[in-house]
């Protein structure tokens, strides 16, 4: 692999003229630049990121822990990083814990040997980042996405989740169900905790009383969905609608009503909460709470390189506003 001295013994100038036409900072003949673009070209030339994050102490590289990603919400999400990280010209390193605490400190750990320049955490089960790696590495940029166990500490951006659940139950209402059951998030997710919050106060306000056990646990996996739904077929008194906390659950929701030979939006009315890209494809298509999940992933990029550049700034706390996506499940 050549060197940047390779190139400068090539083109006969020193390495700093090398330096100065690789990026480009300082003026540099048409003659001397078109000798070193020249060497650069015949022997094959491939700068040192390595070299370049040493001069700059910068890798332009980002890290991002996710706790799950077979859910499609996430992988939604990480598209939108993605494409931010390379419109900005910074790389992604993305680590998977699936809920494992070690894990995640293990990446944490090498992600920050690898002197990424800030992570982005999107911790949506009950595996946060503990406190203490904010204090360990307090010059470590860091924002939370989706989830906020330690508002103050760092830049978060969340979904208005109050927000989005009143929005999904009041359409319920709306379409004039009596009988609106839900199936929950995992109760110690706050997205969950504001879900449940919107759900019982559309229906207070709407003064619809909440039937026993129609607040059925979910824990925002598919499988959930299957067992929750049918725990809610099961009461004397069966709902007529049913908010379910994420799409995945309602996915599940779907498959318990088919097994016992009835329809989503017909039988019972179905609603969920992400719009997912498989939603739009569901028989019938789900009625959901649209998340800007690509906008999350790249106002994440946005804050966080803004939190590199300005690290004094007090934590910015961002909140995004779902929106109501009617279709046929509801
Ligand atoms: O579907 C996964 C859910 O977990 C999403 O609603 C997201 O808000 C996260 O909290």
């Known amino acids: 692999m050549a060197t940047m001295k390779d190139i400068a013994n090539f083109a006969k100038v020193s390495t700093s003229t090398v330096s100065h036409v690789i990026n480009n900072d300082r003026y540099v003949s048409p003659t001397v630049?078109?000798?070193?673009?020249?060497?650069?070209?015949?022997?094959?030339?491939?700068p040192s990121a390595i070299a370049r994050s040493l001069k700059s102490?910068?890798?332009?590289?980002?890290?991002?822990?996710?706790?799950?990603?077979?859910?499609?919400?996430?992988?939604?999400?990480?598209?939108?990083?993605?494409?931010?990280?390379?419109?900005?010209?910074?790389?992604?390193?993305?680590?998977?814990?699936?809920?494992?605490?070690?894990?995640?400190?293990?990446?944490?750990?090498?992600?920050?040997?690898?002197?990424?320049d800030g992570l982005l955490?999107?911790?949506?089960?009950?595996?946060?980042?503990?406190?203490?790696?904010?204090?360990?590495?307090?010059?470590?940029?860091?924002?939370?996405?989706?989830?906020?166990?330690?508002?103050?500490?760092?830049?978060?951006?969340?979904?208005?989740?109050?927000?989005?659940?009143?929005?999904?139950?009041?359409?319920?209402?709306?379409?004039?169900?009596?009988?609106?059951?839900?199936?929950?998030?995992?109760?110690?997710n706050t997205q969950a905790q504001l879900r449940l919050q919107g759900y019982r106060n559309a229906l207070k306000a709407a003064n619809i009383a909440i039937f026993a056990d129609y607040e059925?646990?979910?824990?925002?996996?598919?499988s959930s969905g299957v067992?929750?739904?049918?725990?809610?077929?099961?009461?004397?008194?069966?709902?007529?609608?049913?908010?379910?906390?994420?799409?995945?659950?309602?996915?599940?929701?779907?498959?318990?009503?088919?097994?016992n030979g009835l329809e989503a939006g017909k039988d019972i009315a179905i609603i969920g909460y992400d719009d997912i890209e498989i939603a739009q494809y569901m028989t019938p298509s789900l009625t959901t709470i649209h998340q800007p999940k690509e906008e999350l992933g790249q106002l994440a990029v946005e804050t966080l390189l803004n939190r590199i550049q300005n690290p004094k700034e007090l934590p910015h706390m961002l909140t995004l506003t779902p929106t109501l996506v009617k279709r046929f499940s509801a």
């Open 57 to 116: 102490n910068k890798t332009f590289t980002i890290g991002m822990i996710v706790t799950t990603s077979n859910n499609p919400f996430f992988s939604e999400v990480v598209l939108g990083v993605e494409r931010s990280c390379y419109e900005l010209g910074y790389n992604l390193i993305l680590c998977q814990t699936e809920g494992d605490h070690q894990r995640m400190l293990d990446h944490i750990e090498h992600l920050l040997q690898k002197r990424v």
């Open 121 to 188: 955490a999107m911790c949506s089960e009950t595996q946060s980042i503990p406190k203490q790696i904010f204090l360990k590495y307090p010059k470590l940029a860091i924002v939370m996405m989706d989830w906020t166990p330690f508002s103050g500490i760092c830049d978060t951006i969340k979904d208005n989740s109050l927000y989005g659940a009143t929005l999904a139950t009041n359409y319920l209402i709306e379409q004039n169900y009596k009988r609106i059951a839900c199936i929950t998030g995992p109760s110690n």
């Open 227 to 259: 067992v929750a739904m049918q725990q809610l077929l099961d009461l004397p008194i069966t709902p007529e609608a049913v908010f379910c906390f994420n799409d995945a659950m309602a996915i599940g929701a779907y498959q318990t009503l088919y097994q």
């Open 216 to 222: 059925a646990h979910g824990n925002f996996q598919f």
């Open 33 to 46: 630049r078109e000798k070193v673009e020249l060497a650069i070209k015949q022997l094959n030339y491939t």
